[in-house]
């Protein structure tokens, strides 16, 4: 090789060595993961097995929920019947506003459901979930619980034993009373809701289904569509739909992407553009399959304190108290959002209260939990046996000294008798020499 292409080589090399930190740098740049921007006011993604939130937007702010309120309705209806019981007609269900299964059913058949009138509770089922029928809603109501008063109670107590504290309920379908909107959750909260719901089988296999043929009084077969318009599309296991002029657009789903599932939330999006909410869910389902956790906290970063109590000389002397650090012996990782930022918090999962077992310990498991996400870490009780001592030298020093004084009065003691008794001993042969 001549000398002029060993010179160009060297060149290259040293050329590529200066980029590639450039080229690494674009590369991480290029797979960053953005959140995404959403018309809806609020809205949520949460990993379905471990409650972890990974994107949100005002999740914990209070908003309408028009007719998602009927996966509540529908999850206490599954609690308390049966599929085949028979389910009859009320006053208050035929009482509705559109739409139900009266007026967008039944009239079009030139046909009337009477009050008495009975169909199986898995048509009522269909007809709340799918078709959204708003009387099925009061027929449940009034099975369930003898009326919807004493019904919405129940659904109240369903959502407190849910760990819910930003929802309540007051009425079974959602719509406005008396022209305002009343049942009230918060993103966060609804996916909990669309979880408890998902959970039973009744609800889920309705769910699924894009639509149902269903045989009403008066031998009437009619089919009932799936407001969920996006089933099946875009990982959409799916869900239920809600909308009123207060509450805009709604939908509260279970979504599945790459082999993992998904609660998608999204609460008052567009009233005008019915599609808008699913829009925004196809982009919050895009960014949770592509994003990562980030360090929350680091491993050496303090955490917390621990008051831990002693006794200066082990098992014995007076009983102290020290204030010391706990620090993290990893990483904590963590989704970027609001929730995760504003609510994690880290507790100690110990009894131990002593100074000197804490300082013999290299190891404490620590509970990082967001609401009801849990995940646990290590850390430890940033405290030596040295600070312990540092911490009473006065006291320890002093007991050296009090030591120390004993031991020589007790040689100078053991010194003075044995002086006496060479004395005496002394004395007692010279008198037997004079005998």
């Not at 509705?96 to 039944?106: A, C, F, I, N, V």
């Not at 930003?166 to 909990?192: I, K, R, W």
């Not at 939908?251 to 998904?262: I, L, S, T």
Request: hydrophobic residues 40%.
């Amino acid at each position: 090789m001549t000398r002029k292409k060993i010179f160009k080589k060297i060149a290259l090399t040293l050329s590529l060595s200066l980029l590639a930190p450039f080229l690494v740098a674009n590369k991480v740049q290029a797979t960053e993961t953005t959140q995404p921007s959403i018309t809806a006011e609020a809205g949520i993604t949460m990993d379905y097995d471990t409650g972890e939130v990974i994107f949100a937007k005002n999740a914990d702010d209070k908003m309408y929920l028009a007719s998602t309120t009927k996966l509540m309705t529908a999850l206490l209806f599954a609690e308390h019947n049966n599929k085949s019981d028979s389910i009859p007609y009320t006053q208050d269900a035929k009482a509705q506003p559109p739409y139900t299964l009266q007026s967008e059913k039944m009239a079009p058949a030139g046909k009337t459901l009477n009050v008495g009138d009975t169909m199986s509770a898995d048509v009522v089922m269909k007809s709340l979930l799918l078709y959204s029928a708003n009387d099925s809603a009061y027929m449940i109501a009034d099975e369930v619980a003898g009326n919807s008063q004493a019904f919405v109670k129940m659904m109240n107590e369903k959502a407190a034993s849910l760990g819910l504290t930003d929802t309540h309920f007051e009425n079974p379908n959602g719509l406005p009373m008396n022209g305002v909107d009343v049942n009230y959750s918060t993103a966060y909260d609804l996916a909990l809701i669309t979880k408890a719901a998902w959970e039973n089988d009744w609800i889920r296999e309705t769910l699924e289904l894009p639509d149902a043929m269903v045989t009403l009084p008066q031998n009437t077969t009619v089919k009932l569509e799936n407001r969920n318009t996006e089933l099946d599309k875009n990982g959409n296991l799916g869900g239920k739909t809600g909308v009123t002029n207060m509450a805009g657009t709604c939908f509260a789903g279970v979504y599945e992407k790459d082999g993992k599932q998904y609660l998608g939330v999204v609460l008052k999006d567009d009233r005008n553009n019915d599609n808008a909410r699913f829009v925004d869910l196809n982009k919050m389902m895009d960014y949770t399959e592509d994003a990562e956790p980030e360090v929350y906290k680091s491993s050496g970063d303090e955490v917390g304190t621990a008051d831990l109590e002693y006794k200066v000389f082990g098992f014995f002397g007076p009983t102290k108290t020290i204030t010391a650090p706990i620090t993290l012996n990893e990483n904590i990782y963590l989704y970027d959002n609001d929730i995760n930022n504003n609510d994690a918090k880290i507790t100690v999962d110990s009894n131990e209260t002593s100074a000197w077992k804490a300082a013999s310990s290299s190891d404490l498991s620590l509970t990082v939990s967001v609401k009801q996400y849990h995940t646990t870490v290590k850390g430890k009780v940033d405290i030596s046996f040295f600070s312990l001592i540092k911490a009473n030298i006065g006291l320890y020093l002093a007991l050296i000294a009090i030591i120390v004084i004993v031991v020589v009065l007790i040689l100078f003691i053991i010194k003075m008798i044995s002086t006496r008794d060479r004395r005496r001993s002394s004395y007692n042969r010279k008198r037997r020499r004079r005998y």
